[in-house]
């Protein structure tokens, strides 16, 4: 693995009032790595991904990007959130061509939106608005939103939570696959450990509030991952039996 650093956070701190959330929490993210987190819910995951992007100021500590501050005009970073937004006034191809038009990135936009549209199977619904689809659906405009704009970084908190299996392997395979062919870095963010395994070059264990980190794991096994393999199977029993969450 390129081991360049792209995102530093050094002792990041978040408190709501009296609720430490985050408690001096360090970890770095590689160039083209595909980072998967995961922690009991209400731990922090959600608020670690709004201080990355400067939605929360952090209480102390910081994130860097390439090393500086994380600039969202400057940097070419995507997020796409747990509540995933699509806009239900424009159709699907609007709705992934607003992404790059909010960026001003308008070279080759009609291409690089039905690019974007083909790898998550929209290209049929690209006329349809959002009211007229269903959640799987609707989270493949968000997710073609997020890929059109061809992110340095990409967050993605949950972006699966709504999808039947089948087709949650279909699109974390594409995923990976992008992301290594364009050498994209992800924190992507799961409450699924068997999620984490298939998808991660690392998973990073979180501990409940107040949140630091338990355990970083390496995850080596190639891709196309196969979940009943033995390694597989005994990675996502050590994952789960580090967390106790219940
Ligand atoms: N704006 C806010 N004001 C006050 N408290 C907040 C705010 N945002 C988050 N919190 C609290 O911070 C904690 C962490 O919330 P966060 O949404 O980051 O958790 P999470 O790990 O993403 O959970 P989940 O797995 O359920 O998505 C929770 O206890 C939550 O109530
Ligand atoms: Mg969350």
């Given at each position: 693995?390129?081991?360049?650093?792209?995102v530093?956070v050094t002792d990041l701190t978040k408190r709501f009032?009296?609720?430490?959330v985050l408690?001096?929490v360090?970890?770095?993210?590689?160039?083209?790595?595909?980072?998967?987190i995961?922690?009991?819910?209400?731990?922090g995951k959600t608020t670690f991904l709004n201080s990355l992007t400067h939605l929360y100021e952090p209480t102390s500590g910081k994130i860097l990007f390439?090393?500086?501050e994380v600039?969202l005009?400057?940097?070419?970073i995507?997020y796409?959130?747990?509540?995933?937004?699509?806009?239900?006034?424009?159709?699907?191809?609007?709705?992934?061509?607003?992404?790059?038009?909010?960026?001003?990135?308008?070279?080759?936009?009609?291409?690089?939106?039905?690019?974007?549209?083909?790898?998550?199977?929209?290209?049929?619904?690209?006329?349809?608005?959002?009211?007229?689809?269903?959640?799987?659906?609707?989270?493949?405009?968000?997710?073609?939103?997020?890929?059109?704009?061809?992110?340095?970084?990409?967050l993605?908190d949950?972006?699966?939570?709504?999808?039947?299996?089948?087709?949650?392997?279909?699109?974390?395979?594409?995923?990976?696959?992008?992301?290594?062919?364009?050498?994209?870095?992800?924190i992507?963010?799961?409450?699924?450990?068997?999620?984490?395994?298939?998808?991660?070059?690392?998973?990073?264990?979180?501990?409940?509030?107040?949140t630091?980190?338990?355990?970083?794991?390496?995850?080596?096994?190639?891709?196309?991952?196969?979940?009943?393999?033995?390694?597989?199977?005994?990675?996502?029993?050590?994952?789960?039996?580090?967390?106790?969450?219940?």
């Open positions: 693995m390129n081991k360049k650093v792209k530093q009032g009296d609720l430490l408690d001096k360090s970890f770095e993210v590689y160039e083209g790595e595909f980072l998967c995961v922690g009991p819910t209400g731990c390439n090393g500086e600039n005009e400057k940097h070419n995507a796409i959130f747990q509540e995933y937004s699509a806009m239900e006034w424009l159709t699907v191809r609007q709705n992934v061509r607003f992404g790059l038009e909010i960026k001003k990135d308008y070279k080759n936009i009609d291409r690089k939106v039905d690019e974007a549209l083909e790898l998550v199977g929209l290209t049929k619904f690209a006329g349809y608005y959002p009211k007229q689809l269903s959640a799987s659906m609707l989270q493949r405009v968000v997710i073609a939103r997020a890929f059109a704009t061809h992110p340095e970084l990409l993605m949950e972006p699966y939570g709504q999808l039947d299996i089948n087709l949650r392997f279909k699109l974390e395979d594409e995923v990976v696959r992008l992301c290594k062919q364009t050498n994209t870095t992800v992507f963010i799961t409450h699924n450990i068997e999620e984490a395994v298939y998808l991660g070059d690392r998973i990073l264990v979180l501990t409940n509030k107040p630091s980190i338990k355990e970083i794991i390496m995850d080596e096994l190639p891709h196309p991952r196969d979940i009943a393999a033995p390694e597989f199977v005994e990675m996502r029993n050590r994952i789960t039996d580090l967390i106790k969450w219940w």
